[in-house]
């Protein structure tokens, strides 16, 4: 069985940073892209950022361009996300997820159905 656990999220003021990271365990598999989704209280899960081992794409949600980075490493299914310049509405349970199929449609990258393996989340909450 494959395991992906979040560690790294915790209360931070506005403005501040903070960094998630993102490790696999369990039964070795291997996947083509990793991605960062949130879910703040009464609201749908939401696309953050994902990357593409292929090329090292990198895909971003409009909302946190030029504040969030993901890196990661391929070979361990490690991914990691650097949250800058964070806001109250930053203010979420962050969950990583790995995509086993290579799909050629950028938008599919954004899309919670596509991936296949899901962490349990880690809260990152952000006071003003």
């Known amino acids: 069985q494959v395991q992906l656990v979040e560690s790294g999220g915790g209360l931070v003021q506005a403005g501040g940073s903070l960094r998630l990271s993102c490790a696999a365990s369990?039964?070795?598999?291997?996947?083509?892209?990793m991605g960062w989704f949130r879910q703040a209280p009464g609201k749908e899960r939401e696309f953050v950022l994902a990357i593409r081992w292929n090329g090292g794409r990198t895909y971003y949600a409009d909302s946190v361009k030029g504040r969030f980075a993901i890196s990661g490493d391929n070979a361990k299914n490690t991914v990691s996300l650097q949250m800058n310049s964070l806001k109250p509405e930053d203010t979420a349970v962050y969950y990583c997820a790995a995509m086993r199929f290579l799909t050629p449609v950028p938008s599919a990258y954004a899309n919670p159905r596509a991936y296949h393996y899901w962490g349990q989340g880690t809260q990152v909450t952000v006071s003003s």
């Open positions: 369990g039964r070795t598999f291997s996947s083509v892209a």
